[in-house]
């Protein structure tokens, strides 16, 4: 079956990096265009970047550009997400996710920036 199994978060203060990864089984990676997401507390899910399935520089919300970069490994099923100059509203529970017929999405690993 599908799995998405997202870590790499928790607990910086503003200006730190985290790096989000995500491993997936149950299905090819290497043909799915990949996507990070997050949900802060009463608010709408965001997508946040995504990436093609062979790779390149991604696509992001306006809100991240210039400081988080997506990236993906296609031998090791594992797609990345390097979070720069994090800020305190960038904490959320962020998910990996991909479209292929239906969603699937990972169970999501907090981030929390502290200003």
């Known amino acids: 079956q599908v799995q998405l199994v997202e870590s790499g978060g928790g607990l910086v203060q503003s200006g730190e990096s985290l790096r989000l990864s995500c491993v997936a089984s149950g299905f090819t990676f290497k043909i799915v265009t990949m996507s990070w997401y997050r949900q802060a507390p009463g608010k709408e899910r965001e997508l946040v970047a995504s990436?093609?399935?062979?790779?390149?520089?991604?696509n992001y919300a306006d809100s991240v550009k210039g400081r988080f970069t997506i990236s993906r490994d296609n031998a090791k099923n594992t797609v990345y997400l390097q979070m720069n100059s994090l800020k305190p509203e960038d904490t959320a529970v962020y998910s990996c996710?991909?479209?292929?017929?239906?969603?699937?999405w990972g169970q999501g690993t907090q981030v929390t920036v502290s200003s």
């Open positions: 996710a991909f479209w292929q017929v239906q969603m699937y």
């Open positions: 990436i093609s399935s062979r790779g390149g520089a991604g």
